[in-house]
């Protein structure tokens, strides 16, 4: 059983920063080879959730929104089986409930699943609050 466990979250001001962690367990035989799919998302009130970022650990591959890039790093501890999301100026816009999402998919899938949301194993969600 895959489960995922989220944390990092909290409230800055304008400009500040925050580092997500998202401690996976269950899934250790995908872990030796990277050949699966990690995700953050994030849902503010009243809007639909939408895709943060992704990465594929067994290719390096890694993916960000638009609104996000150059301010957010994801990344993930083999060792550790954590993934994280390195969040540095940080903008009220980016207040929303923030979740970690996993699937076992190819390379190919993964931006796939990054726009259907349709990945099997997601964690609980940590809330960050960004105020002006």
């Known amino acids: 059983q895959v489960q995922l466990v989220a944390s990092g979250g909290g409230s800055v001001q304008t400009g500040g920063s925050l580092r997500l962690s998202c401690a996976a367990s269950?899934?250790?035989?995908?872990?030796?080879?990277?050949?699966?799919?990690m995700v953050w998302f994030r849902q503010a009130p009243g809007k639909e959730r939408e895709g943060v970022a992704y990465?594929?650990?067994?290719?390096?591959?890694?993916y960000y929104t638009d609104s996000v890039r150059g301010r957010f790093t994801i990344s993930h501890d083999n060792a550790k089986n954590t993934l994280y999301l390195q969040m540095n100026n940080l903008k009220p816009e980016d207040t929303a409930m923030y979740y970690c999402?996993?699937?076992?998919?190819?390379?190919?899938?993964?931006?796939?699943?990054?726009?259907?949301?349709?990945?099997?194993?997601w964690g609980q969600g940590t809330q960050v609050t960004v105020s002006s």
């Open positions: 990465i594929y650990p067994g290719r390096g591959t890694t």
């Open positions: 999402a996993a699937d076992d998919t190819t390379p190919w899938q993964c931006p796939v699943v990054f726009g259907t949301k349709k990945l099997r194993y």
């Open positions: 269950g899934y250790t035989y995908l872990s030796r080879s990277g050949s699966y799919c």
